[in-house]
């Protein structure tokens, strides 16, 4: 009878509250209508890929705008880039933006090679992704073995979530800072070092990179008025580009000075350009199968449930920075951030003309 009397005088108290929330909705002014334009700006798609698609204003066509779909350009993708690109310059495009909204995961090296279509590299070096990696024993152990094991391990744009082989594990696909070449022993997971994060003490390897990836030659760079120009591009973020889309953020924006517009947040606070920074991670079944191509049993176990695990397994680092992207907060903001207003919200084109109006008078 107590419980009763409890869940009683709790339905009461739930009735009562939710009886004073509808009153005073009921006593509160009807919300207004917007006015909304009777057309909403438009855009021509130039050209869809696996991972981008792009398109040109309809109202502004010297302004072309390429929206990451997903993070994952590899080495397939490097031609068709290369033409639409081609086909920007020959339909106008002098101005493009760059739209990671709401952008996902991908390739953990997609930032450096997704640069490259605007700022060439001037050699093999130009674009390293400075990071370090977690050390245990067991990884020590795994990493002798599958020393070289990998079948090129990754395709030509170094994308490392290829993990045949001994994956993140396979020295030979670092780069070693010391001799300025990739590793030709497995020293990249013997001489460690150990740091403090986050208030623990752990073993790391030294700062490394990945594999340096260039791309093929084009001469056509030369000509589009926006190669090694950032004040001919733009890049628009909601904040929730996360992982390998961050990269892309990141890098154009902290390594090429690209300028950054954030849609949304709350005002009179700083947008982030990304909802978390990149780092070289696999999932738990990736993690199992490293070990496993070295015929080693994994210390992590999957889990008894149907689901996805990432774990990282490599910290990145600004140039000149000693903290790991992901806390280095002084890299986060956006330089300006726009408000969703009725248009916007419910037209992407609209949001794009904004910010083309706002960067290119």
């Known amino acids: 009878r107590d419980l ?32 909304l334009p009777p057309v909403y ?78 700022f060439p590299n001037k050699g093999p070096l130009d674009k390293l992704i400075k990071m370090n990696l977690r050390v245990t024993p067991a990884i020590q152990q795994l990493s002798t073995k599958v020393f070289k094991s990998s079948d090129g391990g990754y395709s030509q744009m170094g994308n490392m979530f290829s993990l045949h082989g001994g994956g993140f594990y396979d020295s ?34 030294k700062m490394t990179a990945y594999k340096p990836a260039t791309h093929p030659v084009n001469t056509n760079l030369a000509k589009y008025p926006w190669t090694n120009n950032p004040s001919r591009l733009r890049i628009v973020t909601d904040g929730r580009c996360l992982s390998a889309c961050a990269n892309v953020a990141y890098y154009l924006a902290n390594q090429y000075k690209v ?24 999932t738990q079944e990736g993690f199992v199968g490293m070990f496993a191509s070295g015929n080693m049993t994994s210390p992590v176990k999957p889990t008894p449930y149907q689901a996805i695990v990432s774990v990282v397994l490599a910290e990145f680092f600004a140039p000149s920075s000693k903290i790991p992207l992901e806390f280095d907060g002084v890299r986060y903001a956006t330089d300006y951030r726009m408000d969703y207003d009725p248009v916007n919200a419910r037209s992407r084109e609209a949001m794009w003309t904004q910010v083309a109006k706002a960067a290119w008078k």
């Not at 991972?51 to 993708?77: C, E, H, W």
């Not at 300028?259 to 696999?282: D, H, M």
């Open 4 to 35: 009763v009397s409890i869940s009683s005088d709790r339905h009461d108290e739930i009735y009562a509250l939710n009886k004073r929330v509808l009153d005073a909705q009921a006593a509160s002014p009807p919300v207004a209508n917007p006015t």
């Open 41 to 118: 700006p438009e855009a021509i798609k130039i050209a869809a890929g696996n991972s981008t698609v792009f398109y040109q204003l309809k109202d502004r066509p010297t302004v072309g705008v390429i929206v990451f779909v997903a993070a994952m350009i590899d080495f397939n993708d490097i031609d068709f880039h290369y033409k639409s690109l081609e086909t920007f310059y020959q339909k106008g495009v002098t101005d493009i933006i760059i739209d990671v909204v709401s952008g996902d995961g991908g390739y953990a090296n997609v930032g450096p090679d997704f640069a490259q279509f605007f």
């Open 172 to 205: 030979s696909r670092f780069f070693d800072y010391a001799n300025n070449r990739l590793y030709t022993d497995n020293s990249l997971y013997t001489d460690t070092v150990t740091e403090t994060r986050n208030g623990r003490k752990a073993v790391y390897t």
């Open 259 to 282: 300028l950054t517009y954030g849609i949304g947040g709350t005002k009179g606070q700083p947008l982030s350009k990304y909802q978390y920074a990149a780092a070289g991670a696999v």
